[in-house]
Nanobody, 126 residues
Framework: QVQLVESGGGLVQAGGSLRLSCAAS????????MGWFRRQVPGKEREFVA?????????YYADSVKGRFTISRDNAKNTVYLQMNSLKPDDTAVYYC??????????????????WGQGTQVTVSS
């Protein structure tokens, strides 16, 4: 059974930092893109945050987080990370890790990701 388990969420003041981790098990993702999405309001669609190619050479970011967030991966550990700096109250959301399945396509679209974690809450206070 494939599992993606996020950790590292929590409560932080505006301007602070958090580092999210996503550990995968049951399948290697070393040849797959990995991504982070977030849902800011319950019931609202998840929005793209960041993605990284299987080699780690290519990284993609939403405009709202560019320059503040950094995605990285350690294929030996089957783990992807999201370093979040200069956090703002608008970054408050549940953050989800995603692993690419068999479909190719835009890394910005949730359609290419077949595997999802349960999410970790990030709350940024003003």
């Amino acid at each position: 059974q494939v599992q993606l388990v996020e950790s590292g969420g929590g409560l932080v003041q505006a301007g602070g930092s958090l580092r999210l981790s996503c550990a995968a098990s049951g399948r290697t993702f070393s040849s797959s893109a990995m991504g982070w999405f977030r849902r800011q309001v319950p019931g609202k669609e998840r929005e793209f945050v960041a993605a990284i190619s299987w080699t780690g050479d290519n990284r993609y970011y939403a405009d709202s987080v560019k320059g503040r967030f950094t995605i990285s991966r350690d294929n030996a550990k089957n783990t992807v990370y999201l370093q979040m700096n200069s956090l703002k109250p608008d970054d408050t959301a549940v953050y989800y890790c995603a692993g690419q399945g068999s479909l190719g396509g835009s890394y910005y679209s949730d359609r290419i990701y077949d595997y999802w974690g349960q999410g970790t809450q990030v709350t940024v206070s003003s």
